[in-house]
Structure formats: C-alpha cells, structure tokens
C-alpha cells in the first residue's frame, strides 16, 4: 500500500506547488522508490479541456484521452511516468459522479450531503492504484481557505485519520515575502496560513517555504516553533534559474530527507542524482544558442504553450545549445508582411490554437518559411495552416481553408482542405461525433498509432516506422486532396493504420519543414528529449551556424 504525500498551499497561488511535487517525486525515484502524483482541483469544470488558454493555461492530454491541469506536465517531465485519466480530478468531476449515483438510486434515498459523499467520493478517487506505487504525491489545487477546496482539504483530513499512523504526511507550500522597507523577511503569511491549515485539522509535517532571499536560522526556529513543525522540516525554496535545478536545490534543503524521516523511513537510501546532475549541465553549460519564433495566438500568457516552451529546452539540452524563444502575436501578420518579424530567427513554430484569430497570420508564416528555407514544425493548428498555404501557393487552390472557421463555406470555388472529423478508429472502434455536440471531451484524444513513410524525413528523425502520439482535435486534413497536394510538393509522410487520416506532411524540397497532427510536446522530457524537437533544434542550430 502507497505511502501519501499530501501537498497544500497557502498565502498566495501560483508559488509552485505542482513542480515542488514533482522535484520531490524526482527525489524519492533517486532514491530508489515508485511514485505516482495526482491533481485535485477545486474548480467546477469537470476538467479543464473548455477552458480558455488565459484563464487556465495549456490543456495537458495523457494518453488515455484525459484533458488535465498543466501541472501533470511537470509531473511527467520530471518523473517520466505517464499520467493517468485517474490522475486528475475536479470538483465538477467529484460532483458529477456523486450526482449521478444519486439519480440512479445508488445511496438509497438518503439525503445527499458535501460530508460524507462529496468527501467519500475524493477519497476513493486517491485510492485508486495505491497498490502500484510506494509513494502517492497529491496536490491540492488552489490556497488552503478558498471556500471551493474546503471538501479536498476535509477528504484528505479524513482519509489522513483513516490510514495507519505514518501512512500519509502534509507538506504545506508558503509564501515568505521580503519587505524591502524593513529589510526583513516577515513569517506572520506563513504562521496565518497553518494556522488555517490546522483550523480544519490539518498539521504540516514538512513547511516548504518560497523565498527570493536566504532564510536566516532565527526565522527558521520561530517557523518551526508557531507552526509546530520541526526545525529541520523547514524547507527554503529559492528562485532558481531554471525549473530543472529544482530537484538538485530541494535535495540540498533536505526536502527528501525531511519527508523520509516524516514517514519514520529509517536508514533513507542514498540518492543517485546523476540524471539530474546531467540535465543541470545541459542547462546551464551550453555551447552556442539559437533564436526560435513561435507564432500563436496566446502569446500573452506563456502557460498557454508551456509544454511546448519546455520541448524546446529539452531540444536545446539534447543538441547543448541555448533556445531563446520570441513569442509573436500572429495577428500582427494579417495587415503586416512577416519578412521583418521573422527574418531574425533561426527557426520558426507555428502551435495549435483553436478558432479563426490569427489564422491567416499563422499561414503567412508557414509560407515564410517555406520559401525562406527556414526550418519550420507545425502542431496540430500548424500543421493544418501549413497544409492551407501549401494548397493555396503550390497547388493553386486559391480559396483552400477550413470548415472550423473560413466563413466561405456555403461557395462552390470554397475548398475544405481542412474538414471536421465525424468518425474515427480507436481502439479497434468507430467512434461518431456531430457538429452539434457537447465541446467537453468530445475531440480526437489521447494517443493514437501513425505509419510512416519510408524515406520520409520523419522516419530518419523517428527512427522507426510506428509512432504513438498523443492527439487533441476535432479537425483534420482532408484526404481526398492528398493526390493534389503531393503533386505540389507537400509529402503525406505519416498516416493512421486504416490510411484515412493524415498525421504528418513535410515539404520534399526543404531542409526541414515538418507539420504534425499530434502534440510532441506532451510526451518530451529533459532526460528524453522528444525526437522531433531534438531533431527540430539541431535544424536551427545548422541554420545558426550559416549566418
């Protein structure tokens, strides 16, 4: 049976619980252990898949088809461990299934109350798989005293009471501002945030501590004495330089050794940190740098592309080169030439998005680089306004667009090169969709198998012919123009397994200019670089070297 480790936060949001999780979940893999880390949210979308990008972030996709928080990216990229659909949960979700038990009579007419179905309901949901791991690490999203977490923080109240005594452990993350004025860190945040915490009967055995200044020793024992945690459980995190310095800089503070001892774990194994140690290298030791544009619409909010960010970096890690990446608004190209924005790069990436914004844009810049011969990789959106600018340019399918949102879809002269997709295979099923059905968990999701060509550019970078990818969309491009296409230079270079959904193009007569239907992104990691970015980087790095 799994050990818990819960995790909760105070003072303010944003402080990092999700990747001091997952170093945490990196530290106790180093020392030999199986781990398995979970997000419950508070919010009351049943998950996050109908979310705008800025009020949310990136949509995180596992490959069982599950639309999740972004923060199971860390946890994938820092453990490696692929994320479950039952690695995720929402009080939409919680309260969803409680609603439905209660239509069909499952609580046998009692009366149904937050305490104890809501509160029973999250504590099954942490108990799936405990028998598979050591340890279980389990996030709860949001501050400890929102009103829309209290049921999470009482589940896991109850379900800490409920296990063995040294079974489960709170970690509690806060916040120690520096008043420059005084020129002091202050602790009253952090005592205000336990003493809520413990309000509702949660004690911290472990005080992780976000601090952009040294934590004296004074400070340290006051903590340790009005949160009633010990001294040595008192945990600074520091600003770092890169996120993947986290598992090396907790390490020092002990995170690991206080949550060993916490669970009365005794002698600890010793951790073998090489892999980090690699990656900390990578990071901050490379041997040049290349400048990659990526083209969006959500450029504002760099969590709207934050898998994709950190594919770069593992790229750059994989070819020991810095990426300094330039976020550029595509809407800029529709009244202006990209030529100026774009010329400086040495790499250009057009992500997925969805809607008619920045449409036309994204396609300018898919032709830039196809005529400049700068690398270029499409995802999803990218891939699909790459094969609208091959259609219009190359095959002369001057009114090529797509049925999502081109508003000359009642013409004849339209052509739909991009159609919305109303059956596929998934697992050796047929599954239907229509135009008018709900939006939540309705696309083409989780992973998928795709044949490629061999010779292609794609199967040298693969290395292989099979690939499984992970996929979030519910348009795709039209296969009855791929003779058409093909003839203008545009390359099907991977396939799905029945040949009726196209999954890659790539332009023959350019030295990398690559779209993809799938999200790569998801599944790249700094210690396993995802082929396609590494391959992507090296590309640029070539170009770097010309200039």
């Not at 069909?104 to 104890?116: A, S, W």
């Not at 229509?434 to 040298?460: C, I, P, Q």
Request: proline share 5%; glycine share 8%.
């Amino acid at each position: 049976m799994a050990r818990y480790v819960f995790i909760t936060g105070g003072v303010v949001s944003s402080l990092g619980k999700g990747l001091a999780s997952a170093a945490l979940g990196a530290l106790l893999q180093a020392r030999g252990f199986s781990v398995r880390l979970r997000k419950l949210d508070p919010y009351l979308n049943v998950d996050p898949g109908t979310m705008s990008p800025f009020e949310h972030g990136e949509v995180f996709v596992t490959d069982d088809g599950a639309e999740t928080d972004l923060d199971l990216g860390h946890y994938e990229r820092f453990t490696g461990v692929a994320a479950r659909s039952t690695d995720s949960v929402s009080s939409g979700r919680i309260y969803s299934s409680v609603l439905e038990k209660e239509r069909r009579g499952d609580y046998l007419g009692k009366t149904i109350q937050v305490i104890p179905h809501v509160t029973n309901e999250i504590k099954d949901f942490l108990t799936i798989g405990a028998d598979e791991v050591d340890f279980m690490l389990c996030e709860i999203g949001g501050t400890v005293g929102d009103i829309e977490g209290l049921p999470f923080f009482e589940a896991i109240r109850q379900f800490g009471q409920e296990r063995s005594r040294g079974q489960c452990i709170f970690m509690h993350l806060t916040l120690l501002p520096w008043l420059a004025a005084s020129g002091e860190l202050k602790t009253k945040p952090t005592q205000h945030s336990v003493k809520e915490l413990r309000s509702i009967g949660i004690a911290p055995d472990v005080l992780v501590c976000r601090s952009e200044r040294p934590i004296p020793e004074k400070e340290r024992e006051k903590l340790a004495l009005f949160c009633n945690v010990r001294p040595d459980s008192v945990i600074a995190a520091y600003d770092l330089k890169s996120i993947y310095e986290a598992p090396l800089a907790y390490h020092r503070e002990g995170l690991d050794q206080a949550v060993l001892d916490a669970f009365g774990i005794s002698p600890a194994p010793r951790p073998n940190l090489t892999r980090w140690e690699d990656v900390a290298d990578r990071v901050f030791n490379p041997e040049g740098e290349v400048r990659i544009g990526i083209v969006g619409k959500y450029t504002q909010l760099e969590d709207a592309y934050k898998s994709i960010a950190e594919a770069l970096t593992h790229g750059g890690m994989a070819n020991r080169v810095r990426v300094k990446v330039d976020w550029v608004d595509a809407e800029i190209f529709d009244t202006e030439d990209p030529a100026p924005y774009l010329e400086n790069f040495d790499a250009i990436l057009v992500p997925g998005g969805f809607g008619e914004r920045g449409t036309e844009g994204k396609i300018k810049a898919a032709q830039f680089a196809r005529e400049r011969k700068v690398p270029y990789l499409g995802i999803c959106l990218g891939m699909q306004m790459a094969v609208v600018e091959a259609a219009r340019n190359l095959a002369g399918l001057t009114h090529a667009g797509s049925q999502e949102f081109d508003h000359e879809a009642g013409e004849e002269r339209f052509e739909p090169v991009i159609f919305h997709l109303r059956e596929w295979i998934k697992d050796n099923q047929k599954i239907a969709r229509d135009v008018l059905d709900d939006k939540g968990g309705t696309m083409r999701l989780g992973a998928y198998t795709a044949h490629l060509k061999d010779s292609s550019k794609v199967a040298a970078v693969y290395g292989t012919h099979r690939i499984e990818e992970r996929h979030r969309h519910r348009y795709e491009v039209d296969i009855r123009y791929r003779d058409v296409l093909e003839e203008a230079g545009l390359c099907f270079s991977g396939m799905s397994p029945d040949g009726r959904l196209p999954e890659i193009v790539e332009v023959a007569d350019h030295p990398w200019f690559i779209g993809v239907q799938f999200h790569p992104e998801l599944k790249s990691k700094p210690f396993a670089p995802h082929p396609l970015f590494a391959d992507f980087v090296r590309a640029a790095k070539e170009v770097s070297r010309l200039v």
